[in-house]
């Protein structure tokens, strides 16, 4: 097999006085999402999906949030060392899917954004980076604004030679 798929899940609680980041992108709100690192959910879920792929767990694995080493982390800097990951494994990205959760505040002014920002990260061209938002219609978690939820989905092709 020359590809693969991986699908990945994340959610945190959005609470007020923190900065939400987002796909790498600060974006202005009154909460934002709390967690032992940044709390970059769209970032996870995409780390998730490529760890995923290639069957190397998960990234409770791999940044356990008992080691002080990834407390405050810039989650962009954990994708990047899930992408090392996969390279050394002779795996590249082919695309990102993903779609965020969340009833507030409007993603559409920040997509192209965040877009860039994944791109750069995944190693892949702006076009094989995909960020969708949908509200979840005032029910649950993410409708109470109570939290955000990302899900994501990537295909990753083995390098040649
Ligand atoms: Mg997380």
Known sequence: MNIRTGFGYDSHRLVEG???????VEIPFHKGGLGHS??????????????????LG???LHFPDTDAA???????????HVVHLLRERGWAVGNM???????????RPH????????AGLLEVPVDAVSVKASTNEKMGF??????VAAYAVVLVQRLQG
Do not use: N, Y
């Open 38 to 55: 940044d709390a970059d959910v769209l970032l996870h879920a995409i780390a998730d999906a490529l760890l995923g792929a290639v069957a």
């Open 142 to 147: 993410t409708g109470r604004g109570e939290g």
């Open 18 to 24: 923190r900065p939400f980041l987002l796909g790498g």
């Open 97 to 107: 899917d993903c779609t965020v959760v969340l009833e507030q505040p409007k993603l």
């Open 58 to 60: 998960d990234i409770g």
């Open 111 to 118: 997509v192209d954004a965040m877009r860039a920002v994944i």
């Open 70 to 80: 990834w407390k405050g982390a810039d989650s962009r800097k954990l994708l990047a």
